[in-house]
Structures are given as structure tokens and as C-alpha cells.
């Protein structure tokens, strides 16, 4: 069993930025990939980010590509967002996703508050 715990929401104003991390556990981690996603009020989660565990590679949302870069740390099984020139539309709960072939595993995500 895996679990993914994230960190690093909050509230933030326009522009500003805001690093999330998501830390993994339990037995060994191998993903293929992991990714990030989001769910605004009232909406359905939609897909943020993704990076290929094994070789760093990345896709992004049109919404935020260019301001938003994901990341990871294979020795510490990590992943990271780092969010910057942040909207008020990218207001939504931030949660981090590992897909393996094993399964899929979910967080139990991170508020993400922009005010305008």
C-alpha cells in the first residue's frame, strides 16, 4: 500500500506563488509516472501535471503551462509544484495521484486559496 500525503497549500494573492510537495510511503515506490490534479468547487478534477518517475519527462494542462513546473526527488519520494503568477481561477483543492501498474493512488490533497 502506498500513501501520499501533500503539503504546502494556503492562501495566496494574485501573482503570487506557492510550492506543493507530496511525499510518499510505505512499500517501495516505483510509479510510472506521478501527477498532479485539481478540484475547484463545484467542478470535476481535472489534470495539472504529470512527470515520468524513471526520467523526469513532463506534460501540462494548457491552463498552466508556462507558470506551473512539476518535479521530483527519486531518493526522498517526493514530488513537487511549484506554482507561480497564480490566478484566481487556479483556486481549487491540489491533490497528488501515483500510477502504477499496480494500481493508482491518491492524496487526500491541499487547499489552494488566490485572491484577487
Known amino acids: 500500500q502506498v500513501q501520499l500525503v501533500e503539503s504546502g497549500g494556503g492562501l495566496v494573492q494574485a501573482g503570487g506563488s506557492l510550492r506543493l510537495s507530496c511525499a510518499a510511503s510505505?512499500?517501495?515506490?516505483?510509479?510510472?509516472?506521478m501527477r498532479w490534479f485539481r478540484q475547484a468547487l463545484g467542478k470535476g478534477r481535472e489534470f495539472v501535471a504529470e512527470?515520468?518517475?524513471?526520467?523526469?519527462?513532463?506534460q501540462y494542462a494548457n491552463s498552466v503551462k508556462g507558470r506551473f513546473t512539476i518535479s521530483r526527488d527519486i531518493a526522498k519520494d517526493m514530488v513537487y509544484l511549484q506554482m507561480k503568477s497564480l490566478k484566481p481561477e487556479d483556486t481549487a483543492v491540489y491533490f497528488c495521484?501515483?500510477?502504477?501498474?499496480?494500481?493508482?493512488?491518491w492524496g487526500r490533497g491541499t487547499p489552494v486559496t488566490v485572491s484577487s
Open positions: 512527470v515520468v518517475w524513471s526520467t523526469g519527462s513532463t
Open positions: 495521484n501515483a500510477y502504477e501498474i499496480a494500481g493508482t493512488y
Open positions: 510505505g512499500r517501495t515506490f516505483s510509479p510510472y509516472a
